[in-house]
């Protein structure tokens, strides 16, 4: 695990640069880590991320550190969500940093609730979903957790 200084951490939103920066990221996982992202085993190609990061319909973030990219956030308009954080950038608290970017997000975004699938196994994952009140449901062997949006009717409806 990297010794790093969490303030020089960048979070901010993807554009086509960071295309191999991200596949480097993706590189860095493990079969278990890429099936707990997708729920199936693959490594998405430079064309396929430069597809997702150019789709209006999908809202990326990435961290930076040191100039290299070590977690994505991908917010669909649908309202489901993924991240992923670099094996050796874990329990730094990047995850549950580039979850909530993702909420704030999609809040601005007027999305009424977010969603993720994932396995039952996956407890980084499930506490990061939690801290933001989330409500886990079983479906076909799957987690889903939906985190509804917490909305200021006053301000934002
Ligand atoms: C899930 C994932 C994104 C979490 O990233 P992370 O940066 O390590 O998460 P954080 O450091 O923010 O940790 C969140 C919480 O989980 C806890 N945690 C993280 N990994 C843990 C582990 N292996 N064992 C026990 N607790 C763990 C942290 O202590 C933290 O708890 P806290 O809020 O009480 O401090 C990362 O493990 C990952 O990329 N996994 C593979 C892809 C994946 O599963 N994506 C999610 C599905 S979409």
Redesign the pocket.
């Known amino acids: 695990m990297e010794n790093i200084d969490p303030s020089k951490i960048i979070y901010r939103r993807a554009s086509t640069k960071d295309v191999e920066g991200i596949f480097r990221l993706y590189e860095s ?1 493990s079969t278990e ?1 890429l099936y ?2 997708f729920l199936y085993i693959k490594r998405p190609s430079m064309e396929e991320i430069e597809r997702y990061i150019k789709d209006p319909n999908i809202i990326v973030y990435v961290a930076e550190y040191d100039g290299k990219i070590i ?1 994505e956030g991908v917010l669909h308009r649908s309202g489901e ?5 670099h094996p050796s ?9 580039i979850t909530r970017i993702l909420y704030e997000e999609a809040k601005n975004m007027k999305i009424r609730s977010i969603f ?1 699938y ?1 396995s039952p196994d ?4 499930i ?2 979903s939690r ?1 933001l009140g989330c409500r886990l449901r079983m479906v076909e062997g799957l987690y889903m957790g939906i985190i509804d949006i917490c909305i200021d009717e006053n301000k934002d409806a």
């Open positions: 996982l880590d707990m992202r977690a969500v993924a991240v992923v954080v950038y874990r329990r730094k608290g990047v995850g549950k940093t993720f994932t996956n407890y980084p994952i506490k990061i801290s």
